[in-house]
């Protein structure tokens, strides 16, 4: 007898049992592993997801976190998601804030209910201050690596072409490298990108939290192009 079937993220029904062995990619579809197994809550729903990752450790993912793709399990965790998300928090917190100063002066709210509800809103804000923070140092250390690794993989691909270009390597080698090196790059823009509108995001909210100094964003390489393929012949040569 079938497992009864679960919904997570998107609304997608899947069989709990089929999971078990799905490929796990991240918000910018790089492989992370594979799952092994799956916990569920009192009322038998999906609660969370045990992943062996490529490098053979092991990494809990709640269910909420992960979407189906296709054949895939994404782990949604986009930069741009993460500093979306605290910027509502603050939105809602300052939202709060403004309403229970307009109520000072209201009969109906006592000065303890007041002053209570004021120092837990204060409470509030200072935490997701400290969450900017942190975020704001997690998210110019990322983009540090990424953007090192676009360095060395247009370093790489370059060498690609030169290989191809003076003989080394045939068409079909050159593919097989070319490819995969130019969807890499495609996924690092695609986090980089997301990255630099964080920091912005998490720098300039100045309708929410008050501002910090605009973070100077190095810019990446330009992207290489692809180059004509000729067929060799021994008069070219």
Sequence with gaps: MDVAQTEYRGNTPVFKKDLIGKTVVDAYGRRLGKVLGFSMDSQQRLAALGIERTDGSFMKCNATDVILDQDLLKIDGSWRRKA????????????????????????????????????????????????????????????????AQLK?????????????????????AYQRSYIPFQLMID????????????????????????????LPLPASEPQPQPIKLRIRTEDSL
């Design 187 to 214: 996924k690092l823009l695609s986090e980089e990108e997301d990255l630099k509108f964080a920091l912005n995001l998490v720098a300039t909210n100045t309708a929410t939290l008050p501002p910090e100094p605009l």
């Design 152 to 172: 060395d993989v247009y370093e790489f691909i370059t060498y690609v072409k030169i290989s191809y270009h003076i003989g080394d390597m045939d068409e079909d």
């Design 84 to 147: 979306e998300s605290l910027a509502n928090e603050v939105a809602l917190t300052l939202k709060k804030i403004e309403a229970l100063n307009e109520l000072e002066s209201d009969a109906d709210v006592s000065k303890t209910v007041f002053a209570t509800l004021q120092s837990g809103f204060e409470a509030e804000k200072k935490a997701l201050l400290d969450r900017r923070r942190d975020l704001k140092d997690r998210l110019k250390e990322r983009l540090d690596v990424v953007q």
